[in-house]
């Protein structure tokens, strides 16, 4: 079942907004207007009660307002304006969707674009009311606001039933509603570990915390504590639920708080016996729990939560309005989000596994494509996203894509999230294009992601240059010792260099962390410009991707991803660099990268004139690797014809 609910995820998109966008504006103004304290601006994250990056349509709120699809945006919006925030990735997306003669573009990866904040407090008038749903705002994210708006005498104030609902209600096109697919037991012989042990750390951690209950809001983190799976939000092994941990309960909040007999038995074979209670009730419970708390004579009690668990949730943990004192909260990092960070060795075995399997269905896809395009059979990018999970179909384990794939033929590889629509004319793939294949997959032993870029002719010098340039700074990443906690973000020039050289650049992060059987991007740590607030530093059993790329804008785009695991090194370790090491950074201890996407770069849009011999020796010594590991799996199949474009790709390139 789960894997049939992954294949249809790709249908699963809210409606565009058409001409329906100034009466859905007009509608949402009307609400603002009629409420007890008038709204002066209302925010519209985009964001779920979870603070989930990727939503179910029933959250998308900001896309069926706007219009704009990508996934990642805040919309404000007040009786005169419309605005949406997002970066990099998606300027090009944005203009293309929504009507620019109603919404405005706030770029924020420009350093002259002001933050939401800021744009407030510089526009609206002292007094304003700026309201939002606080249950898709994290506390992190509320605090730091709502005192910015009392310093300019402004009010911040949670409108518990949110407008944008309310709206498409008025409107006649009300959300859907909200999923509850099957959930689905992962055994240890994925995980690793069973729950009763995970469950048993963190009852340690609380103990150390003197914490009295643990609220677990992440979608993926309650997942990963019960080794359990859905399939609620397209492409994330997800289901909708809070977990709530004391020294004697485990209490999961999820559809009609009925968990099925097999879930049931199956938790109960790893030690843990788990109490159902509706999804609605979490308030309620929490509220409950507060006042029971306050009432025991114990002025110790605290709660332990993530600091970007939802205003709502943080208020109702707190006892508000049930309690004459609040309780004391531990608003941080979550102690789940830590503890999967670092994946096990059964975890990390999967992952190396499971990259060989989607490597032989990468190589068996470009060999197919490429023969389509040069026999001139025209083939369309959402043909080819559908022939390319034909193949991953065919590998053990596989439950279905861990993201839409980005099949991005021209000019749609410059746009960084690029999706093809199913409605109107379709983009052909042709023989003088670049094109950007952004997928991955969702495997019970773990999860992939992997771009590459390929020119299906005869690639122009510029293009040349620019993808050599990308690996370039792919395998100085790929390549680096660093000193082991050092955080991600100090990582990131390495991979922009040879752009920087000659004045190019990119619009988005490097590397992100990647879940096992879970979210394809996983905090909390990563490489970016842009710090992760809560990176613990980098460590061995991290999984991060390595992902430079460049975008000419309508015309083409480069991007060169694997998935890579840290790992600690030595003089004795397998790495291109160990054998020079002098010393381990004063006992830091020294870390590195190994790669475990297996798919070959294409060798005819490497200049070899930009290669020095180290990265001449590095991608040589990685694609004899990709045909050691790949090409006997194609043999043993009987794929003779993908074994032969395989060898080819993968032969050592030579200096002229």
């Not at 959930?183 to 340690?204: M, Q």
């Not at 309690?323 to 670092?342: C, D, G, Y």
């Not at 025209?378 to 980005?406: H, V």
């Not at 992939?448 to 700074?473: E, S």
């Amino acid at each position: 079942m789960l894997r049939l609910l992954f294949a249809q995820a790709s249908s699963l998109k809210a409606p565009p907004a058409g001409d329906m966008s100034l009466q859905k504006l007009t509608a949402l103004r009307a609400l603002m207007a009629s409420q007890p304290t008038a709204v002066a601006a209302y925010i519209v994250p985009t964001a779920d009660a979870h603070n989930s990056e990727y939503i179910a349509p029933v959250d998308a709120r900001r896309e069926w307002l706007s219009g704009f699809t990508g996934s990642a945006g805040t919309a404000l919006v007040t009786q005169a304006r419309a605005l949406v925030w997002t970066d990099g990735r998606y300027y090009t997306q944005f203009e293309k969707e929504v009507d620019l003669g109603l919404w405005t573009l706030m770029k924020q990866t420009l350093l002259d674009t002001p933050t939401l904040e800021k744009w407030l407090t510089s526009n609206m008038e002292p007094g304003a009311v700026i309201g939002v749903d606080p249950y898709t705002m994290s506390r992190q994210e509320w605090a730091p606001l709502e005192i910015a708006l009392e310093k300019a005498k402004m009010q911040l104030i949670p409108i518990a039933n949110n407008l944008v609902d309310l709206a498409r209600v008025q409107l006649k096109d009300p959300a859907p509603e909200r999923p509850h697919n099957d959930i689905i037991y992962l055994p240890v012989n994925y995980t690793g570990k069973t729950a009763g042990e995970k469950i048993s750390d963190l009852r340690t951690k609380m103990s150390e915390k003197k914490a009295s209950a643990l609220v677990i809001t992440a979608l993926d983190e309650v997942a990963y504590v019960l080794n359990l799976r859905g399939s609620d939000i397209p492409y994330n092994p997800v289901f909708f639920s809070y977990l709530v941990i004391t020294a004697q309960d485990v209490i999961l909040f999820w559809h009609d708080g009925h968990i099925g007999d097999e879930v049931v038995k199956s938790l109960s074979s790893e030690g843990v016996r788990i109490e159902g209670i509706a999804y609605d009730l979490i308030v309620q419970k929490l509220k409950s729990m507060a006042k029971q708390l306050s009432e025991s004579g114990d002025c110790e009690h605290r709660i332990w939560l993530s600091s970007v668990a939802s205003e709502a949730i943080h208020r109702a943990a707190s006892g508000e309005g049930v309690v004459k004192e609040p309780l004391n909260l531990m608003s941080e990092i979550s102690p789940v989000a830590l503890m999967k960070l670092v994946k096990n060795q059964v975890e990390l075995e999967g992952f190396r596994n499971c990259h060989v399997r989607d490597g032989t269905a990468v190589v068996r896809f470009f060999k197919w494509l490429h023969d389509q395009v040069d026999s001139g059979i025209e083939i369309t990018e959402l043909q080819a996203a559908a022939k390319l999970e034909d193949f991953r179909n065919d590998e053990k384990d596989f439950m279905g894509p861990s993201f839409e794939t980005i099949p991005g033929a021209g000019e749609n590889g410059a746009i960084i999230h690029y999706s093809p629509s199913p409605v109107g004319p379709q983009r052909v793939i042709r023989k003088d294009d670049m094109f950007l294949l952004d997928s991955g997959g969702q495997f019970r032993d773990g999860t992939t992601d992997i771009t590459r870029t390929r020119h299906m002719g005869c690639p122009t010098r510029a293009q040349i240059d620019a993808f050599t340039r990308v690996l370039k700074g792919q395998i100085c990443l790929g390549s680096a010792l660093f000193p082991k906690g050092i955080k991600g973000n100090v990582l990131d020039v390495l991979a922009r260099k040879a752009l920087w050289d000659v004045g190019l650049d990119y619009a988005h992060g490097t590397g992100h962390g990647v879940g096992h059987f879970l979210n394809v991007h996983e905090g909390p740590s990563g490489v970016s410009f842009r710090p992760y607030p809560h990176d613990p530093g980098l460590n061995i059993g991290h999984i991060l991707s390595n992902e430079p790329g460049y975008y000419k804008v309508g015309e083409f785009g480069i991007r060169h991803e694997d998935l890579v695991e840290i790992i600690e090194v030595n003089n004795n370790t397998q790495h291109p660099k160990a054998s020079g090491l002098q010393g381990d950074y004063e006992g830091r201890g020294v870390l590195g990268l190994r790669t475990l996407t297996m798919v070959p770069h294409q060798a005819k849009c490497i200049d070899l004139s930009l290669l020095d011999d180290f990265e001449l020796m590095y991608i040589n010594a990685y694609h004899d690797k990709v045909f050691r590991t790949v090409g006997p799996i194609l043999q043993q199949r009987g794929f003779d014809e993908d074994l032969q474009w395989l060898q080819n790709e993968c032969r050592p390139i030579e200096r002229k």
